[in-house]
Structure formats: C-alpha cells, structure tokens
C-alpha cells in the first residue's frame, strides 16, 4: 500500500498562512502528477490545485486562485500548498493526492483519476 505523508495542517487567524506538505515514495512521486483536495463538513470533496509530473503545469480552483500556490521538490519526493489570505471558509480537511502520467499528459481536476491519497490534514480558520 503506498503512503503519502501529509503535515502542516493546524488552526490559523482569518488573513493568515499555512503550508501543507505532502511526501510520497519516489517510485511513485517522480511518475506523478500531484494534487490537493479538500473537503468540509457536509460538502463534497472540492479541487484545490495540481501540479504536472514535470512541475510545468499547474491549475488552482476558483475560490483559491491568486491565494494559494502548489509546487514540488523532486529531490525531496515533496508536493507543498502554500496557502495565503485564509479565509474561515477555507476550513476543511486537506488531501494530497497522486496521479500516475505520461510527460506529456494534461492535468486533471477529476478527483476520480487519482490513483493513490493521503489520510487528510486538518486546516481550520478563525475569523
């Protein structure tokens, strides 16, 4: 079974930051494209951004756009989730997800072509 390692999740102020990390073994980060999910209570899972295999792509969701940044260390086998100006409706549980691909694949937003997820880091905003 493979393991993505989340952390970074905690309680922050309303216009604060926090930086989620996600690790996961080589074998299978350095073949995948890397996302972010996020679910709150009684809502769907909801895309947050990814990331290309090659770290040249990326795609944000609305409501994070111009506030959240994802990137990736290949030497570190490390996907991040910077996130800026929280706002209390970012509250949510945070998933690292991966997906296996091609160089030249475009990215996806579909939850459902993920192949492999984290156990979820809890990010929770104050107002």
């Known amino acids: 079974q493979v393991q993505l390692v989340e952390s970074g999740g905690g309680l922050v102020q309303a216009g604060g930051s926090l930086r989620l990390s996600c690790t996961a073994p080589s074998r299978i980060f350095n073949r995948a494209a890397m996302a972010w999910f996020r679910q709150a209570p009684g809502k769907e899972r909801e895309f947050v951004a990814v990331i290309s295999r090659s770290g040249g792509s990326t795609a944000y969701g609305d409501s994070v756009k111009g506030r959240f940044t994802i990137s990736r260390d290949n030497n570190k086998n490390t996907a991040y989730l910077q996130m800026n100006s929280l706002k209390p409706d970012d509250t949510a549980v945070y998933y690292c997800?991966?997906?296996?691909?091609?160089?030249?694949?475009?990215?996806?937003?579909?939850?459902?072509?993920?192949?492999?997820w984290g156990q979820g880091t809890q990010v929770t905003v104050s107002s």
């Open positions: 997800a991966t997906k296996s691909q091609i160089l030249t694949a475009p990215i996806t937003r579909d939850d459902r072509s993920y192949d492999y």
